[in-house]
């Protein structure tokens, strides 16, 4: 079977990931300046579903990359190991909401692997691994920054209810960046994936 290269698909998920935790985040945040806490879980709920399929199709995609690559260069490892990590992350995410779970310790994955995100990013721009280091550093950035802050997200989605719903305002300011970081990251695949495409489709590997 000949090697194609999913590249633009996969980073097209990953923007289609962080639109959809934008918007099921959104919508909790809506329901509690509405109603309070009480009906937050039942609308994240909802979107565990397409979120674990997102998740399961990045670990199948990145396994399929890390081990069937067949171009020059270390790109595998690039793409591949952010992308399972990613996967693990979402996948635990959505599985933890649909069986009502705390996501805290899912936010712990999310938050180390952030950090790897950025560190494979760092290293990729400082030795020029793609033709546009800036955006592609920027993105493993928008990222790596979205995991981590995650973590303390998660707390506070497992925490609220004790607190009476009474947001501090250091937790909306999480709450913020952790927004602020999915929009990026969603933006910046998303542009990664558009100039991919025509590439690809002209010259496919």
């Given at each position: 079977?000949?090697?194609?290269?999913?590249?633009?698909?996969?980073?097209?998920?990953?923007?289609?990931?962080?639109?959809?935790?934008?918007?099921?985040?959104?919508?909790?945040?809506?329901?509690?300046?509405?109603?309070?806490?009480?009906?937050?879980?039942?609308?994240?709920?909802?979107?565990?579903?397409?979120?674990?399929?997102?998740?399961?199709?990045?670990?199948?995609?990145?396994?399929?990359?890390?081990?069937?690559?067949?171009?020059?260069?270390?790109?595998?490892?690039?793409?591949?190991?952010?992308?399972?990590?990613?996967?693990?992350?979402?996948t635990s995410l959505a599985v933890s909401l649909?069986?009502?779970?705390?996501?805290?310790?899912?936010?712990?994955?999310?938050?180390?692997?952030?950090?790897?995100?950025?560190?494979?990013?760092?290293?990729?721009?400082?030795?020029?691994?793609?033709?546009?280091?800036l955006a592609m550093f920027g993105m493993y950035l928008a990222f790596g920054?979205?995991?981590?802050?995650?973590?303390?997200?998660?707390?506070?989605?497992?925490?609220?209810?004790?607190?009476?719903?009474?947001?501090?305002?250091?937790?909306?300011?999480?709450?913020?960046?952790?927004?602020?970081?999915?929009?990026?990251?969603?933006?910046?695949?998303?542009?990664?994936?558009?100039?991919?495409?025509?590439?690809?489709?002209?010259?496919?590997?």
């Amino acid at each position: 079977m000949p090697f194609v290269d999913d590249l633009a698909v996969e980073l097209f998920v990953l923007s289609l990931v962080g639109v959809v935790s934008l918007y099921m985040t959104g919508m909790a945040y809506v329901e509690y300046r509405k109603n309070g806490v009480k009906n937050v879980e039942k609308v994240l709920r909802p979107g565990a579903f397409p979120l674990g399929m997102l998740g399961l199709f990045i670990l199948v995609m990145g396994y399929y990359g890390e081990m069937v690559w067949p171009l020059p260069g270390s790109y595998n490892i690039l793409f591949g190991d952010p992308f399972i990590l990613m996967g693990i992350v979402i996948t635990s995410l959505a599985v933890s909401l649909a069986l009502k779970q705390k996501l805290q310790f899912v936010g712990i994955v999310a938050a180390f692997s952030g950090l790897i995100s950025v560190y494979y990013g760092y290293h990729a721009y400082i030795q020029g691994m793609t033709s546009e280091p800036l955006a592609m550093f920027g993105m493993y950035l928008a990222f790596g920054l979205t995991g981590i802050f995650t973590f303390p997200a998660t707390l506070i989605y497992d925490k609220f209810p004790e607190k009476g719903g009474k947001p501090s305002n250091l937790w909306t300011i999480i709450l913020i960046i952790f927004w602020i970081g999915l929009i990026v990251s969603a933006v910046l695949a998303a542009y990664t994936a558009l100039n991919a495409v025509p590439q690809h489709l002209l010259k496919p590997p």
